[in-house]
């Protein structure tokens, strides 16, 4: 008896634990593009994107990497190692490469716990010989408690397919 409610102590917090991060998305979500968040172009030289979804809350890739995935091949692999810790692995949402292309930063070791990692900018506003991807790591601040467990952060959007040369830049 004791031990089982020493059992739903320990679930019942830690399940208020993620949700105080933010956390909990669930591998099982559907497969879709979404065009939530700031996915639509705000001025000249914005590049609308979309969110790539299913949202995986810990992705499996321990590097610090930013990727430009120009084709199917290429997504299938970075997919692969992106899910490798999950049972079963979710399909890699579908992509039309002819036109569209993955943009993704991975955080790795580097991640804020309880934080949050976001594509939030795709532009050619600085230079229209290249894109630019802002990404932002954001503190979850001192007034939140979290649980000390190490996620691998990551952010995945589609664009519209382009052979310019890609440039990622930490957002302050």
Sequence with gaps: MHT?????SICVALSLALAGCGGGGSASSSTHLSSSG?????SEGDIA????????FASAIEDKRFVAIRNS?????????????LKPAPAA?????SQHMVLGVFIGNESVT??????????KRNNPERIE???RITDPGPNVMCIAAHINQHSLVTVPASSLPVEF????
């Design 49 to 56: 994107f979309s969110k790539l979804e299913p949202t995986i």
């Design 133 to 135: 991807v802002g990404y």
């Design 38 to 42: 700031n996915g639509s172009a705000q």
């Design 93 to 97: 949402p579908a992509v039309d490469f």
């Design 73 to 85: 091949t290429d997504w299938l692999g970075v997919w692969n190692q992106h899910v490798a810790n």
């Design 114 to 123: 309880c934080g949050s990692t976001n594509i939030e900018k795709v532009s």
């Design 169 to 172: 830049v930490k957002l302050p």
């Design 4 to 8: 089982s409610l020493r059992i739903l």
